[in-house]
C-alpha cells in the first residue's frame, strides 16, 4: 500500500510538471526532426573566378534529433543586399536557381548575399519571409561578389 502511495504521489507530481514544461513548445509531427541551421558552400565567391559567372552554392543542413546534416539540403533560394545589421533588401542584380546557382545580371557590381532557406518544420505555413530568406524559416547566407 505504501509503494503504490508512494507511486500515486510521483505520478501526482510528474503530470503538472510535465504540462508546464511542454507549454508553448511545438512538437514535430512523427517522422520529423527540427531543422537547426543551414550552412552554405562556398561561404563567399567572386563571380569573376567561375566559368561564365555561375556560381554553384550547396546547401548543408544541420538537424538535432537524430544529430545529423543532409547535403545536399532541398531548399529555397534567393538573393538580397545587406545595408547595414538590421537592413536588408531584396534584389534583382543577381539571379539564383532553384539549384543553388547564382549569376549577376549585367551591369551589377558589388557584394550580395545569397541565402538559402527552409523550414523548421515542413508542415508549418509561413507568412513571414524576409528579403534575406529568413523570418520563420531557417535560412543560411553566403556572399557573391560581382564584377
Known amino acids: ?5 508512494c507511486l500515486l504521489g510521483f505520478l501526482a507530481l510528474l503530470l503538472p510538471a510535465s504540462l508546464v514544461l511542454s507549454c508553448g513548445t511545438k512538437s514535430p509531427s512523427p517522422g520529423q526532426d527540427p531543422l537547426q541551421s543551414i550552412t552554405l558552400s562556398p561561404a563567399s565567391a567572386d563571380a569573376r573566378d567561375y566559368p ?8 548543408t543542413g544541420y538537424y ?9 539540403l532541398s531548399a529555397g533560394w534567393g538573393a538580397c543586399i545587406q545595408g547595414g545589421p538590421t537592413q536588408e533588401a531584396p534584389t534583382n542584380a543577381v539571379t539564383v ?7 549577376c545580371t549585367a551591369g551589377a557590381v558589388g557584394t550580395y548575399t545569397v541565402w538559402a532557406n527552409d523550414p523548421p518544420y515542413p ?4 507568412l ?14 553566403a556572399q557573391l561578389t560581382c564584377p
Open 123 to 126: 508542415s508549418v505555413e509561413c
Open 52 to 59: 561564365n559567372g555561375q556560381v554553384s552554392f550547396v546547401a
Open 64 to 72: 538535432a534529433a537524430p544529430a545529423r546534416k543532409v547535403t545536399p
Open 97 to 103: 536557381t532553384q539549384g543553388g546557382v547564382a549569376q
Open 1 to 5: 500500500m505504501k509503494t503504490l502511495r
Open 128 to 141: 513571414a519571409i524576409t528579403a534575406c530568406g529568413g523570418g520563420c524559416f531557417v535560412a543560411g547566407t
